[in-house]
């Protein structure tokens, strides 16, 4: 699963990258800017800036996508649903927490990541 997070998120960040102006690094170059220098300052900012709300979506995904780790033998939140409801038949319950749970997680998630976002991605001075 962190292969193919790690694979979606570098398209991600790719596709940010090319997104940046032809402009802004011309005028880097004026400014006699290094290729680093024009790398850390001017593209990659704006780009992950933009990208940041596809990741976040991404991560989330994967989470919830763990689930599926459970169809495969790994012990997990469903893994360990199946084996509480198996004990006491009592399956809509069961789920229904487990599912109240992944919600909880995603949101939680989600709220880390916009303040990761704001904190070190958007809040940082261009």
């Given amino acids: 699963m962190v292969i193919n997070l790690g694979a ?19 005028a880097a170059v ?6 680093m220098q024009i790398f850390w ?7 992950l800036i933009k990208v940041w709300p596809s990741i976040c979506s991404q991560v989330i995904i994967v989470m919830l996508g763990s689930s599926l780790c ?8 469903t893994y360990a649903a199946n084996f509480i409801q198996s004990r006491n038949f009592r399956a809509f319950e069961t789920y229904f927490v487990v ?9 939680l998630v989600r709220q ?4 990761i976002g704001y904190k070190w991605i ?3 001075k261009l």
């Fill in 112 to 115: 880390l990541m916009m303040y």
């Fill in 30 to 35: 004026s400014l006699a800017m290094t290729r």
């Fill in 70 to 77: 459970s169809q495969i033998g790994t012990e997990e939140l």
């Fill in 8 to 26: 979606y998120c570098t398209e991600i960040i790719r596709a940010g990258i090319q997104a940046t102006n032809k402009g802004q690094i011309e």
């Fill in 41 to 47: 300052r001017v593209v990659l900012p704006p780009a």
């Fill in 122 to 124: 958007a809040g940082r």
């Fill in 99 to 107: 599912a109240g749970i992944y919600f909880l997680l995603a949101l």
